[in-house]
Nanobody
Framework: QVQLVESGGGLVKPGGSLTLTCTASRSIFERYGMEWFRQAPGQQRDWVARIRTDFATDYADSVKDRFTISRDNVGRTVSLRMNSLKPEDTAVYFC???????WGQGTQVTVSS
């Protein structure tokens, strides 16, 4: 079974940037779309972005024009570049294989002054 490991979370001030990375335990990216979700305390897990096998991307309205999802099939990674961060972006961010039940363990992002 494929395992996903997220990294890159942390504390950042409003307006700052972070890049999250999700690494797969074996090569699967070229066959699947990959997604990022996030979950704030006491809230449901929300979809953030998706990158398909043809590298086409989709974003939630709340992050459009601020976040960029990318993938490296050779390196087995999918990244989420987050710019102009806001306090409401604070959440645990999860990596997910599109259409599957496979999730990473999550990485905390806190946006606070």
């Amino acid at each position: 079974q494929v395992q996903l490991v997220e990294s890159g979370g942390g504390l950042v001030k409003p307006g700052g940037s972070l890049t999250l990375t999700c690494t797969a335990s074996r090569s699967i990216f070229e066959r699947y779309g990959m997604e990022w979700f996030r979950q704030a305390p006491g809230q449901q897990r929300d979809w953030v972005a998706r990158i398909r096998t043809d590298f086409a991307t989709d974003y939630a309205d709340s992050v459009k024009d601020r976040f960029t999802i990318s993938r490296d099939n050779v390196g087995r990674t999918v990244s989420l570049r987050m710019n102009s961060l806001k306090p409401e972006d604070t959440a645990v961010y999860f990596c997910h294989i599109y259409g599957s039940s496979t999730w990473g363990q999550g990485t905390q992002v806190t946006v606070s002054s």
